[in-house]
């Protein structure tokens, strides 16, 4: 593609429909605003969500089990919210502005959270360190303060990695290879942010005050919205799509309606808009495809689908129509797998920590006590270690293998995640059966940090933060590839649901496991001291699953089909 083929000499738009100044905007020129505010956005929620279950257990003088269960599900609506801001992002208002929007919201309520730990009257009143007794309404505005912390950052977060990635043109062979290097780095980016999270500000948390623990982060995130204004004259925004749910409603409807409609078998039959590019703002047609072919009914055309001349969009739809609702549920059962690896994931901010806080926390022989929620640094530093490894040696050498231009595909990055995943399970079953080995043969049920390391819980979390890096990344990347052009911050929020519905499962599993084993008597898997319990069982459990999950998942990617787009990506951006 040469360049005179983009840009004209007046400065105004060609042909083709890019902006005349594509050469000053976008790319990597753009992208370190991007990465910057969430760098800074990340540094603010780990910071106050990462040691948030003992904060839970502590401040607001909740058992166990009830803190587990009130983080993660915390933790899971946050994943949640990202439904609606990116609705908003693809039908309305455009990625720049939802981000903008939903800052607000965020700082707001981050705002909120700080002075509920710190001004008098407004946090709990406690008489020793971890001896507190909160009011209802304290506990209520803690709450507030969070749910719309929840939603603030779900309103930005499927749009952020979406919105950096549009700032690579697909028809540029050169910008399109640097498109999957950005997913590595927007991912590092996130890392840093929360390595000083698990580092310094758990560390003033646990030994300062939780006033400056969750204010810190509420100065963050305001210097995450300046970065972000900052590179407005820099980017390229996508054109809003219109209403995603409408459409594939309208497919639904018409596929339905017809379902005594028999489809062609030449495609080129179905019905398609004549011009070169789709009939949906900021969307290129979609190559049709032969699987889901009883969705195809709403592109064949009858007597009754033209009204006085015109298409009744709820009894005709076109096929690229039809092949967004077709990606969409040729995603679903990836997505499915992804639940259980965030099931894996979510341990880190609940039970890996209680399991560290009844272990030996000092640093050698000195008197420091590292936090025990500090020990998800070493997530992190797996994180910060493997990203350039995967981009600047795993890549290359695949590449010279496989022929692809990632080096491997999506799919394979995510199934070697999810097959180290399982590793990390095990390494920490394996851990607490040891630990209460030990309490067992000297008898330390009520020693608040009997005589093993903390540091024994490192393999666990970098094993998931190796797991990361193929899971998670790939996930982001798949996700906003096979997602139609309209609907990426939609599929980008839709890949984020499946950390919320792992925090849920855990939840979930949290609850019936405590009901079935804590009877008559008995402690059960998961009580308040764990010494008298067996979170190994817990954790072997999850190793099982995550078994059965990555055998299910080899067989769903081998049925995947890939997404083919048509036409140039000029029509998607303003």
Partial sequence: MEEDDIYTKDGTVDYKGYPANKKKTGTWKACPYVIGNEACERLAYYGMSTNLVLYFKHQLNQQSATATKNNQNWGGTCYITPLIGAFLADSYLGRYWTIACFSIIYIIGMTLLALSASVHGMRPRCYAKDNCDPTETQSAMTFLALYLIALGTGGIKPCV???????????????????????????????????????????????KS????????????????????????????????????????QVLVASISKYNVAVPDDSSL??????????????RKIEHTRNLRFFDKAAVETQTDRLKGSVNPWSLCTVTQVEELK???????????????????????????????????????????????????????????????????????????????????????????????????????????????????????????????????????????????????????????????????????????????????????????????????????????????????????????????????????????????LGTPSVLYK
């Fill in 210 to 249: 939780w006033g400056w623990g969750f204010g810190i982060p509420a100065i963050a995130m305001a210097i995450a919205v300046c970065f972000f204004f900052s590179g407005t004259r820099l980017y390229r925004n996508q054109i809003p799509g219109g209403s995603p749910i409408t459409r594939l409603c």
């Fill in 270 to 283: 179905l019905y398609e808009t004549a011009d070169a590019e789709s009939n949906i703002k900021g969307s």
């Fill in 161 to 207: 990695s979406s919105y950096g990635a549009d700032q690579f043109d697909d028809a540029d062979e050169k910008e399109k290879k640097h498109k999957g290097s950005f997913f590595n780095w927007f991912y590092f980016s996130i890392n840093i942010g929360a390595l000083i999270a698990a580092s310094v500000l758990v560390w003033i948390q646990t030994n």
């Fill in 327 to 565: 990606a969409i549920i040729r995603l679903l059962p990836i997505w499915a797998s992804g639940i259980i690896f965030s099931t894996v994931y979510s341990q880190m901010g609940n039970l890996f920590t209680l399991q560290g806080e009844r272990m030996d926390t000092r640093v050698g022989h000195s008197n420091f006590h590292i936090p025990p929620a500090s020990l998800s640094i070493f997530d992190t530093l797996s994180v910060i270690f493997w990203v350039p490894v995967y981009d600047r040696i795993i890549v290359p050498m695949a590449r010279r293998f496989t022929g692809h231009r990632n080096g491997l595909t999506q799919l394979q990055r995510m199934g070697i995640g999810l097959f180290i995943s399982i590793f990390a399970m095990v390494a920490a079953a394996i851990l607490e059966q040891e630990r209460l080995k030990i309490v067992k043969e000297h008898n330390y049920y009520y020693v608040k940090e009997m005589p093993l390391t903390i540091f024994w819980q490192v393999p666990q979390y970098f094993l998931i933060g190796c797991a990361e890096v193929f899971t998670f990344i790939g996930q982001l990347e798949f996700f906003y590839e096979q997602a139609p052009d309209a609907m990426r911050s939609f599929c980008s929020a839709l890949s984020l649901t499946t950390v919320a519905l792992g925090s849920y499962l855990s939840s979930l599993l949290v609850t019936i496991v405590t009901r079935v084993t804590a009877k008559h008597g008995k402690p059960g898997w998961i009580p308040d001291n764990l010494n008298f319990g067996h979170v190994d069982y817990f954790f072997w459990l999850l190793a099982a699953l995550s078994v059965a999950n990555f055998v299910v998942f080899l067989g769903i990617a081998k049925w995947y089909t890939y997404k083919t787009a």
